[in-house]
Nanobody, 123 residues
Framework: QVQLVESGGGLVQAGGSLRLSCAASGRTFSSYTMGWFRQAPGKEREFVAALSWSTSTTQYADSVKGRFTISRDNAKNTVYLQMNSLKPEDTAVYYC????????????????WGQGTQVTVSS
């Protein structure tokens, strides 16, 4: 099985920063795209950022461009989401996801999911 475990969520004031981690195990991920999604109560799961493991190509939702950065550590099979200048509207459960092959922005295109980590941004 492919296992994804998120960590790093928490409570932060608006304007603050958090770094989320997603530790991947069970397979090598050189042919995978890693994604971050988020879901607030009563809302659909939405795309945040994605990274192609092999090419380092990235893509971001317009709402987080310039504030969030997705990156990876090949040695640790870990993907990160650095979140700066956080806003209350960033409050959500953040999920790490993985899919085989190319970069994608739809949650339905990702096969593997972590359990999520809560991010709460206070105003």
């Amino acid at each position: 099985q492919v296992q994804l475990v998120e960590s790093g969520g928490g409570l932060v004031q608006a304007g603050g920063s958090l770094r989320l981690s997603c530790a991947a195990s069970g397979r090598t991920f050189s042919s995978y795209t890693m994604g971050w999604f988020r879901q607030a109560p009563g809302k659909e799961r939405e795309f945040v950022a994605a990274l192609s493991w092999s090419t380092s190509t990235t893509q971001y939702a317009d709402s987080v461009k310039g504030r969030f950065t997705i990156s990876r550590d090949n040695a640790k099979n870990t993907v990160y989401l650095q979140m700066n200048s956080l806003k209350p509207e960033d409050t959500a459960v953040y999920y790490c996801a993985a899919r085989l092959f190319g970069i994608a922005v739809l949650s339905t295109q990702y096969r593997y999911w972590g359990q999520g980590t809560q991010v709460t941004v206070s105003s």
